[in-house]
């Protein structure tokens, strides 16, 4: 399955772009490949959970991989998990 | 302990009335199906509080009323007339509970186990074990004796955070936020995402991601606020303490789930405070910290005695610039156009503010009216006849302590009417009236005052009667020349009924003495219309305010008075031709058509009398619709004034309601013109009668 690779710096910019790869790529399963995120902010967070709730309404699977030291920082700064941005397709 | 409990009481109130209203509205056959839901959820909501509080009586009571509201709503009961009228019943009964707890008192118990026999046959008969399932075990909310946290509470500080696009527009971070939070102390962050949306529906500019940020150990809320001092207005923002929240939250019973209200997106523990009702969360649920963006018709609780204050201060504001105009008028600077308009505009100003706070204590007397119907229930039950009650006006605002001190006196008015004024259901067949009478209850602002009335369609005073009673009692001496208005009047005297007259509900006579003592206590007026056959009409004419006054300034040999202005219809400077000479003393005026007496006001008030030729006539008109012409030395002035109590301070003195204080500081006594026309009469069962509306 294709990586999506997420923006190296997923600001406030990048994430009008990124939301339109995403619903390009709905009612697929998705991996989202956080390896070169340098810097994350909060819509970008925000866009990613509300794909994961896409996703698991549309009964997808929806993973991140490879997720950079800085992308589990910020995620851990916000009070957030990656739980919070995959989903699981039903069994 | 004691705030949360009387939190709960408040809102009960609120609930009740909202339990009382959907059961009227369940007398209609073809009733809203939310109406029930709603009677539903007011009743749940009494038993969810007072499980917070053990109040075990209170919680089963209401368990078994929601029980048979549950099987209504859920269209395994019918609501046939008697059915309507046992939830009525349970309905007062569950108010009287309330009513036991909040004054810590024992509750009829003999009463509500007839009530629970009643309840329980019904609901087992649509289903033996519907209530098998219930068992209550009271989890007790402990909020300790003192205001101060026990000392195994968790201390620190909930914020929660949801920030708007702006925010992020403006170049900031919830980041920093969430860093500078953490350095208060020792802080675990939560991120909400429960309000997000899926990806189809979502917008960048829409932002719903949230934080709940525990800020353990002894931060202040200040140092939270200091945070956010440059963001506060791009986010929604609540801080509340950690020990406030933490007992509502954690040991509020969870059993019996009415989900009213979506959860919010802030919230973290959301399940617990749906289940809470409103009653018992408030005070320590309830965000302290400011909500940036409140919620249109949101609404704050603020203790009446603040309002009171604000009122008093208003009150002072009236009189210092009243103070200020005398000042400027001494130093003769009134005629300079700054000087003039400044001073208008503070007078705008005051007014204004007057009428803000005004607005702010006045309440709809549906508050009032809506009890009512209880009292006519009741009262049509122990008469045996059948009666409805018609509101109109409920929304017609008066203040809120006149709200409180209206309860009394119309309750009586009420069980008056139905006990006395109405006939009995055959008598009224017999005079071909409906079988069923009609008390109509009704208010309206007339006039800058307040009018309420309290009519039947009942036979009518029956004035013979009335007339011998008092005779009989030597109230009146025997063949008294009385106009039927003044036989009507009779009835405000104390002790006009005989206790033999008594009934176990009411004695027309018994008691409206008190009634006017009452509604004069809070400046208004009684009057009586009795039609025979018709039906009798008591009106009630109260001020908007207790607090202030527009009146009239006059001289009165030396001294000067204020007059209402509301009583005032003109005022003239009479040429001859209009007095008329009657008697030795006595003049009347030729005014619009009548002949009105003239009351020199300084013979009155025992002051140096004013010339019969000269001075000024004021026609001023009472409640009672009777006219007449004051003539006074001169008038100088219309103003706002304060009302002070002359009864509190003083005493009472004849033909005056209140006292003043004036610009110069002088104190200046608020004439009663009411009292004045009706001591006209020198006749002795006139004077009674007078004296009976006067007090």
């Known amino acids: ?91 | 302990m004691d705030e949360f409990r009387e939190m709960f009481f408040v809102e009960c109130d609120e609930l009740l009335e909202g339990l009382a209203n959907g059961l009227r509205k369940m007398e209609d056959p073809d009733f809203d199906k939310e109406t029930v839901h709603a009677v539903f959820r007011a009743v749940h909501s009494i038993k969810g509080g007072a499980a917070a509080f053990a109040l075990t009586t209170l919680v089963t009571f209401a368990h078994r009323f929601e029980t048979l509201l549950d099987l209504i709503r859920s269209d395994r009961m019918d609501t046939p007339p008697q059915i309507i009228a046992l939830l009525h019943r349970s309905s007062d009964c569950l108010s009287d509970l309330v009513m036991s707890a909040r004054q810590s008192a024992e509750p009829d118990q003999a009463h509500v186990d007839g009530l629970l026999a009643e309840l329980d046959a019904l609901i087992e008969d649509d289903d033996p074990v519907a209530d098998t399932s219930f068992e209550f075990t009271p989890i007790v909310l402990d909020f300790g004796d003192a205001p101060t946290p026990a000392p195994t509470a968790e201390e620190g500080i909930i914020v929660r955070m949801t920030p708007n696009f702006e925010l992020y527009r403006s170049g900031n971070d919830p980041l920093a936020l969430l860093a500078a939070l953490r350095k208060l102390g020792d802080a675990t962050v939560e991120l909400n995402v429960d309000a997000v949306p899926r990806l189809e529906d979502w917008a960048l500019e829409r932002p719903q991601l949230g934080w709940t940020v525990r800020i353990s150990g002894a931060v202040s809320e200040l140092d939270v606020r200091s945070v956010f001092e440059f963001v506060d207005d791009c986010c929604r923002l609540s801080i509340s303490r950690i020990e406030e929240e933490q007992p509502v939250m954690a040991q509020l019973p969870m059993a019996d789930p009415v989900m009213d209200t979506p959860p919010s997106p802030t919230s973290a523990p959301q399940a617990p405070v749906a289940e809470v009702p409103p009653v018992v969360a408030p005070p320590a649920a309830r965000p302290s910290g400011a909500v940036t963006e409140p919620a249109q018709g949101a609404t704050i609780r603020v203790g009446l005695d603040r309002v009171d204050r604000l009122m008093n201060m208003i009150g002072e504001l009236v009189i210092k610039e009243a103070m200020l105009s005398q000042v400027i008028q001494t130093a003769g600077l009134h005629e300079s156009p700054d000087v003039v308009a400044g001073l208008d505009s503070i007078r705008q100003l005051a007014g204004d503010i007057q009428e803000s706070v005004m607005a702010i204590r006045a309440q709809p007397l549906k508050l009032v009216f809506q009890r009512m119907h209880r009292i006519l229930r009741e009262a049509a039950d122990a008469t045996g006849k059948p009666v409805r009650l018609v509101t109109i006006g409920e929304q017609t605002e008066v203040d809120k302590t006149m709200i409180e001190r209206l309860v009394d006196p119309l309750t009586h008015m009420i069980r008056n009417s139905v006990d006395h004024g109405l006939e009995d259901a055959l008598t009224r067949q017999r005079r071909g009236k409906p079988q069923e009478g009609t008390i109509t209850l009704s208010a309206a602002h007339r006039s800058g005052r307040v009018q309420i009335e309290v009519s039947d369609d009942g036979g009518g005073i029956n004035r013979p009667k009335v007339r011998q009673i008092a005779e009989d009692k030597g109230l009146i001496a025997p063949g008294s020349n009385l106009t039927p208005s003044e036989i009507d009047q009779l009835l405000f005297l104390p002790g006009f009924s005989s206790k033999d007259e008594v009934s176990a509900l009411s004695g027309r006579g018994v008691g409206l003495d008190v009634v006017r003592r009452e509604i004069m206590a809070l400046g208004g007026r009684v009057m009586i219309d009795s039609v025979e056959g018709k039906g009798t009409t008591f009106s009630i004419a109260l001020p908007l305010t207790l607090a202030v006054l527009e009146g009239m300034l006059i001289q009165l040999g030396g001294q000067t008075m204020v007059l209402p202005i509301t009583a005032v219809q003109e005022t003239l400077q009479p040429d001859r031709s209009m007095l008329h000479g009657v008697g030795k003393d006595s003049q009347l005026l030729a005014n619009r058509g009548d002949l009105i007496p003239i009351i020199d006001l300084c013979q009155t008030f025992g002051l140096d009398e004013a010339e019969k030729e000269g001075g000024v006539l004021i026609v001023v008109e009472s409640d009672s619709r009777k006219r007449a012409a004051f003539r006074v030395d001169g008038i100088f002035d219309q103003r706002q004034v304060v009302i002070k109590s002359l009864e509190q301070n003083y005493g009472r003195v004849p033909g005056v309601s209140a006292a003043t204080i004036l610009g110069d500081g002088k104190i200046a006594l608020i004439i009663d013109p009411e009292e004045i026309i009706l001591s006209l009469s020198n006749d002795h069962g006139r004077h009674m009668a007078a004296m009976a509306s006067n007090g």
């Open chain 1, 1 to 91: 399955m294709h990586a999506l690779p997420l923006p190296e710096t997923f600001d406030r910019k990048a994430v009008a772009l990124f939301a339109q790869t995403l619903i390009d790529h709905r009612g697929k399963d998705a991996v989202l490949d956080a390896a070169s995120v340098s810097r994350i902010g909060v819509p970008a967070v925000e866009l990613l959970v509300a794909a994961r709730k896409q996703w698991l309404a549309d009964g997808r699977s929806l993973q991140v991989r490879n997720p950079s030291a800085a992308f589990l920082a910020t995620l851990d700064d916000f009070g957030a998990s990656l739980d919070l941005l995959q989903a699981e397709a039903p069994a």
